[in-house]
């Protein structure tokens, strides 16, 4: 028997809700059809086509929604309740269908439908799931527009690059073992795999913002995206594209710097998490003033040097390249385990050399191990915060070094010229602290 409490009504009115969420865009999406109609034939057609998709509305997707959560309350958590159910459910969407059908009409609503009463069945179970599936489903529902648009410009090694790296992430990279092979615990071949498989990704993420957005808003999200995940990354599949394409030297200095002004973001959060508010204290002005840097120079970039270059979109071909991804992981492979050594015999005197020998590698590990010293060790916030920007200086010259060798000296040097003032603006902050 049900309890009348206000946890159950909560969870009627979530049902309630996710049904109204989907059901409001089928009826806006079915008002907007039959005013494309009316603007292209008469009244009356018009008038058919909103009453056909108006039949599967808000209300309607709210009842179904509904149905499914109280199939699930009454059945006792018993199967024969919801299966009946969502076969009654099947059965009047399908009799729905063939009594409106039509040429021009698809089968998304219906299939929408079906899916209301599952999600009110998946409600009683985990609430934040059947939210989130809600979510999804709307926002799959909202896309049509743009997967159209979208469609046309869609070649078919695009489909060929998602599939292969739906393939190394899902297949090949659970496969690798994830023990460390080296002496120093640095490396293990899972991890060597994820370097590699992250520059591919990177490298196909560049090309689909472009090939979606143009070049100046593609670079914009290229740079924020996917420093995120690794600035280096960025600046190493960006050098390429640059190597390949001189005119896309502009648009690859507006990612890179943007990626780079993300680490120093990313490299914040990690501190304050794992170290602290007193390592964040130390931080944040030599952190905000290489920021600052790095967005007035990637303003000033895209400002003046895609006007001056023109051009809307990155010709790239192939976007994606595993064999180039796996020489780049393999020797950023080469300098963790280099960094790794190094550090192993300077040992905690020599921290500070340490944490600039493993920034050429990457700089989260090194926040990371000197973020945590702060509370095991007591390692004085100043001495964290300077091996921090150390790091940052060594990765920032390694980068500038990526970009000279991959993607030609003029690019390298712009890149320099940036990256130096913004590690100059940084040291001097600290400077100041110390």
């Known amino acids: 028997m049900l309890s009348l409490d206000f946890s159950t009504l909560k969870e009627a009115a979530m049902a309630v809700a996710l049904g109204l969420m989907m059901g409001l865009e089928r009826e806006r999406s079915g008002f907007e059809r039959s005013q494309e109609v009316h603007e292209g034939q008469n009244r009356r057609e018009s008038d058919r086509i909103e009453t056909q998709h108006g039949s599967l509305g808000a209300r309607t997707f709210a009842l179904l929604t509904l149905l499914g959560w109280i199939s699930v309350k009454v059945g006792a958590n018993g199967m024969a309740m919801p299966i009946a159910v969502m076969a009654f459910a099947a059965l009047l969407v399908g009799l729905f269908y063939h009594v409106t059908n039509n040429p021009e009409r698809g089968l998304t609503t219906e299939i929408a439908a079906l899916a209301a009463p599952l999600l009110g069945m998946l409600l009683t179970r985990d609430a934040l799931l059947a939210v989130a599936v809600a979510v999804i489903v709307t926002l799959l529902l909202l896309s049509k527009p743009w997967i159209r648009a ?64 143009g070049a100046r808003r593609g670079a914009v999200m290229m740079g924020v995206v996917g420093g995120m995940a690794s600035s280096t990354v960025v600046t190493v599949t960006m050098s390429r594209q640059v190597k390949h394409d001189p005119s896309l030297r502009s648009a690859g200095l507006v990612a890179v710097t943007l990626a780079c002004a993300m680490m120093g973001v990313r490299v914040a959060l990690l501190a304050g998490v794992v170290g602290g508010p007193d390592l964040v204290r130390s931080l944040l002005l030599p952190m905000a003033a290489m920021v600052a840097v790095l967005l007035a120079g990637a303003w000033w970039t895209q400002r003046s040097g895609l006007a001056r270059e023109g051009g809307e979109e990155m010709p790239m071909r192939n976007p994606f390249h595993l064999k180039r991804a796996l020489t780049w992981g393999l020797a950023l492979a080469g300098v963790m385990l280099i960094s790794a050594a ?62 000279w060798i991959s993607g030609g000296r003029a690019f390298g040097a712009r890149l320099a010229a940036i990256l130096a003032t913004s590690l100059l603006a940084a040291l001097a902050m600290v400077a100041l602290k110390l």
């Open 150 to 213: 979208w469609i046309p410009r869609l070649h078919r090694e695009d489909l060929t690059a998602a599939m292969q790296l739906l393939i190394v992430f899902a297949i090949l990279l659970p496969l690798l073992p994830a023990k460390t092979l080296d002496p120093w615990g640095a490396l293990s071949p899972q991890k060597v795999g994820w370097m590699v498989a992250l520059i591919a990704a990177v490298d196909f993420l560049g090309y689909a913002l472009n090939r979606i957005l």
């Open 342 to 403: 190094a550090r192993a015999g300077f040992g905690d005197r020599g921290l500070l050399v340490a944490a600039a020998l493993s920034g050429f590698a990457d700089v989260q590990p090194i926040t990371l191990a000197v973020s945590s010293q702060v509370n095991t060790i007591g390692l004085p916030t100043g001495t964290a915060a300077l091996a921090i920007v150390l790091a940052i200086g060594s990765n920032t010259l390694a980068k500038a070094g990526f970009a």
